[in-house]
């Protein structure tokens, strides 16, 4: 259960778990509004019931019954909440079943969420999933009342065969990118990943591509994220100081399907949340393919890059140090090895195995 499928990590590891069980013979079931992952999910075998569990009404809680009732008559072995208004819904429907009757209940900690009743949903499950060990710190830190045993640390992954490394975009691709966007052709191009909000750091990228270009590196941005319904003014704020101070050297490229061929035609991806993040998807699949990433090293970010690339890791808030880093890499670009760990595969068994230990009827 999760709020809906239209992008973001939590959508992408419920498809990627979906694909995996239906792979191995079992029958995966998403309850979550729809989206453009939606028919994605379908065609890959998963069953998906368009039910709008995350939708912050009161009328939402008329879902309890019905999802109740979905759980009694298909009697799932696992209940898996993502996200906490639909695990709300799912818990209540769950605590309402008969004990025998109650499928095996898991929740994942897919961030850093506000203390409060509201979150504290979230470790009602019979085995926790923290999706980094900055999370898992978190939850103790927070709900001191969960045992360590109940939480299992299962990072992201990254599917290689999907991010291969030394992946070049195809001569095709790069022609309608520089037609869709003139702005990149020639220059240097540095890439700024996800949604336009306060937290992804856009004044600190919009600030070094100025400085770059002043240093006389002809360097272009390339930001890459879809607005926040309820943070337009802040997208438009941000488009403003871009142009005042990019120059017109920085593109804004909405939501796109294409990321890795923008990894891959990028000379360097950056991370530059001012707060932590629960993990670093974006870093580590730019890793994947080749290509030097510079982040501010903490939360799940910070992670990744002290097992796979020291030398991205910049203190948070260190602006001078990033443009020095940056400016360097311009000079001469890092050789980077294939990465190893953080694959899909692991993710996915790892995962498995928490639904067969805390399940017991599943015979994966």
Known sequence: MLPALESGGVEKGTLEVGRHLVARGHRSIVIAAGGRLAPQLVAEGSEHLPWPVGAKRLATLRWVHRVRRLLAEERPDILHLRSRLPAWIGYLAWRGLPPAARPALVTTFHGFYRPGRYSAVMTFGQALIAISATVR?????????????????????????????????????????????????????????????????HHDFIRLVARLNAAGLDVRGVVVGGVDPRRRAYAAEIRRLAEREGEGRIVFTGHRDDVREIYAVSDVVLSLSRQPESFGRTVLEALNLGVPVAAYAHGGVGEVLGRLWPEGAIAPGDEEALFERVRGWLGQRPVLAPPQGYTLAEMLDRTLQVYTDVGGRVGI
């Open 137 to 201: 710190d978190y939850i103790l830190k927070t709900y001191p009342q969960v045992s360590p045993q109940r939480i299992v640390v299962i990072p992201r992954g990254v599917d290689p065969a999907q991010y291969p490394f030394g992946y070049q975009a195809p001569p095709p691709w790069r022609e309608r990118w520089w037609a869709e966007f003139p702005q990149t052709r020639g220059g240097r191009l540095l890439t700024l990943p996800g949604r336009l909000t306060r937290l992804k750091g």
